[in-house]
């Protein structure tokens, strides 16, 4: 039997991708604790300018995924958690 062939259609899968999504939008912001370390960094400021300004663009692809992957039940999950 393939994942197609459950009784809930795409339940299973759908499952997963709201997981990886979830997981994805969450792990994007982990990246703001770092901000602070990079002032730190023994190299020079263009250096920590382009470490900066990688971080944040990779912080927002991972985000963008995340989004993405999860959905509108993502966004509602997200929507819901803002207004708590």
């Known amino acids: 039997m ?3 062939e459950t009784t809930k259609g795409d339940a299973p899968r759908s499952r997963v991708r ?3 999504g ?3 939008i969450a792990t994007s ?6 901000y ?9 400021e263009r250096v920590k300018i382009a ?3 990688t971080a ?7 985000f963008s995924a995340g989004i993405f992957l999860a959905g509108q039940e ?3 999950w997200l929507k819901g958690r803002r207004d708590h």
Request: charged share 5%; no cysteine; net charge neutral.
């Open 2 to 4: 393939t994942l197609r």
């Open 18 to 20: 709201f997981a990886v």
């Open 22 to 24: 979830i997981t994805l």
């Open 29 to 34: 912001f982990l990246v703001y604790p770092a």
């Open 36 to 44: 602070p370390f990079i002032l730190f960094l023994p190299y020079s």
């Open 51 to 53: 470490v900066t300004v």
């Open 56 to 62: 944040s663009l990779l912080s927002w692809v991972i």
């Open 74 to 76: 993502g966004y509602d």
